[in-house]
């Protein structure tokens, strides 16, 4: 096999990779959390993750950090990577922070561009589980 025909290939490859990966983005059928263990928020979207170490429900932050862990997989993984690590199509959420808190509950809560809202399937408290979790995570180098 020629080195052209070999590079024809290569570049073949990846650009059906990269159709692919855009045309999956976004393609998430949003599955609910089990998050009995945790305290009822209400319906009210709260402007603070309470599950946070030092917030008002951060003695069940373990409890959290187990409940966001099984929430992200159903329903963040397949556009923001395994354990938040992105690939760059997507935003890394391991660097969002805590003041970051009110943008995270507004889009995961509406949607935004490809990323659908989960409103009607996850409630509140798997809303900030999941931020806990990603929390948890280690920040990108």
Known sequence: MSVHFSLKLI?????????TVAIGHGNVTP?????GTLPDLGSEPLAENPFREGGKHGDMNAQAIAVGESGYAGNCA?????????????????????WDDEYFIGRVMKGYGNMPSFSGTLDQNAMWAIKTYVESLAKPQ
């Open 11 to 19: 570049v073949a490859a990846a650009v059906l990779g990269s159709a």
């Open 78 to 98: 397949a556009c923001h990577g395994i354990q938040a690590m992105s690939g760059g199509m997507t935003p890394d959420l391991r660097e969002l922070t805590e």
């Open 31 to 35: 599955q609910g959390a089990d998050t």
